[in-house]
Nanobody, 126 residues
């Protein structure tokens, strides 16, 4: 079974930073596009960021996190990161990492990802 385990969530004041990590057991991790999503109770899971496997600089970001969040990966450690800076109260959500099922899938769509972590709570206080 593919396993994705998020960590690094917590509570932080607005303007602060958190770094989320996702440790993956995906055997082909180095060739797997990884994504970050978030979900608030009552809302659909929404795209946050994604990073392709073939180029660590090939990353995608939702408009609401551009300039604030940075995703990266360490293939040697089978880990993807989400550095979250300038956090806002509206960033409060459960954050999930996910592994894309196919490189043909749209990185923005949750349905493109076949494997998900358990999620980690991020709470931002004003």
């Amino acid at each position: 079974q593919v396993q994705l385990v998020e960590s690094g969530g917590g509570s932080v004041q607005a303007g602060g930073s958190l770094r989320l990590s996702c440790a993956a057991s995906v055997g082909t991790f180095s060739r797997t596009t990884m994504g970050w999503f978030r979900q608030t109770l009552g809302k659909e899971r929404e795209f946050v960021s994604a990073i392709r496997w073939w180029n660590s600089d090939t990353a995608y970001y939702a408009d609401f996190v551009k300039g604030r969040f940075t995703t990266s990966r360490d293939n040697a450690k089978n880990t993807v990161y989400l550095q979250m800076n300038s956090l806002k109260p509206e960033d409060t959500a459960v954050y999930y990492c996910a592994a894309l099922s196919s490189s043909l899938g749209a990185v923005f769509s949750p349905s493109s990802y076949g494997f998900w972590g358990q999620g980690t709570q991020v709470t931002v206080f004003s």
